[in-house]
């Protein structure tokens, strides 16, 4: 089966900056797979997402969409993609239902099918009861919303999310969450970046890793996780850090990794084998001044750490 998305080899340099945004990727997304690029600020999400969807040329390599190449064929893969950008990019000198509409009649409806479609979405969205008022007056929450319902309108099978839930409150992020999960259900491929690991966690059935315009690992949530081989992420806030303490906590038995953290302290990851652990740390730890422990289970965060020796938030 042709796979919905294919990048090879895909690279992106903007050579007045210097800089190398897109190194190299080779990826296949499945068709109606829900897949998540999961990478910290300035990682090159974006520029792939814009090389998917027509915006950004490639320097090197291609992607396909449904077989179809996006730099030879950009007006078919246009026709085939629904596209939400990390900004807002509604129609504000239009209402609500005007977005959706015109969005509507741009790809080929006529004025009664266009009319059916918007009506449809706005339920669908739960956005009926706004739908004469100005984008301006919306929530966050539900501008969003507006975005994707007008990015398939035109029924296409692939969407491309670019961080759709950055600056929404938790509430407002979950039911974004319902509504890409029953998108996924309706068979639509779904290709979404974010740089929250709770969200590609949570809604992901595949995730890449994106560091400095590099895939570093691509997997289920679960296997990723899995492949840490750590059974707990022990979190330590010391007085003091040197590296006889961190040679000390290397040496317990079943600890496989020792990080030191931005904050002065000491993230440890830890098969779970040794049940004494935990007293084994602390008396490790005793000659630093131990201020807070905590323990957590692994997570994609855990993951990315582990690859990067750094942060997912900065
Ligand atoms: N038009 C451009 N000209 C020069 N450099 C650019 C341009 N667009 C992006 N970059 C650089 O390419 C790299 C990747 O940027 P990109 O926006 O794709 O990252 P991102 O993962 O989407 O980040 P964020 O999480 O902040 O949205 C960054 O170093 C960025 O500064
Ligand atoms: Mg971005």
């Excluded at 000198?93 to 059916?116: D, L, P, Q, W």
């Excluded at 501008?143 to 099978?157: K, N």
């Excluded at 630093?288 to 938030?313: C, H, K, Q, Y």
Aim: aromatic share 4%; with cysteine; glycine share 10%.
């Amino acid at each position: 089966m042709t796979p919905s998305i294919a990048l090879i080899g895909l690279t992106k340099v903007y050579e007045a900056a210097g800089v190398r945004a897109v190194d190299g990727i080779d990826l296949e997304v499945g068709q109606g797979e829900l897949f998540g690029l999961l990478g910290p600020n300035g990682a090159g999400k974006t520029t792939i997402v814009g090389m998917c969807t027509t915006r950004v040329l490639p320097t090197g390599g291609r992607v396909e969409v449904d077989g179809v190449d996006v730099v030879a064929d950009p007006a078919g893969v246009r026709r085939r993609i629904g596209v939400v950008t990390q900004y807002n990019t509604l129609d504000r000198a239009c209402t609500v239902a005007e977005n959706i509409y015109y969005h509507c009649r741009f790809f080929g409806m006529s004025k009664a099918s266009g009319r059916r479609r918007t009506d449809g979405l706005l339920e669908q969205f739960r956005l009926a009861d706004r739908a004469e008022a100005m984008p301006d007056e919306l929530s966050g929450g539900m501008a969003q919303r507006l975005q994707v319902a007008r990015a398939i309108a035109h029924h296409p099978q692939v969407l491309f999310l670019d961080e759709p839930t950055a600056g929404l409150d938790p509430q407002s992020r979950i039911a974004l969450w319902d509504i890409v999960a029953d998108l996924r259900r309706e068979g639509i491929t779904v290709l979404l970046t974010t740089h929250y690991m709770e969200e590609a966690e949570q809604l992901c059935e595949r995730v890449a890793i994106i560091d400095q315009g590099r895939i570093l690992v691509c997997d289920t949530p679960a296997s990723l996780v899995k492949g840490l081989n750590a059974g707990r992420v022990v979190l330590l806030a010391l007085d003091s850090r040197d590296a006889g303490l961190l040679t000390r906590l290397g040496a317990i038995e079943g600890v496989t990794e020792v990080q030191p953290t931005d904050d002065g302290g000491v993230r440890l990851l830890a098969a779970t084998a040794n049940g004494r652990l935990l007293p084994q740390v602390v008396e490790a730890a005793q000659p630093n001044g131990v201020r807070d422990l905590a323990i957590n289970d692994p997570s994609l965060e855990t993951v990315f750490i582990s690859l990067t020796g750094r942060d997912l938030r900065e």
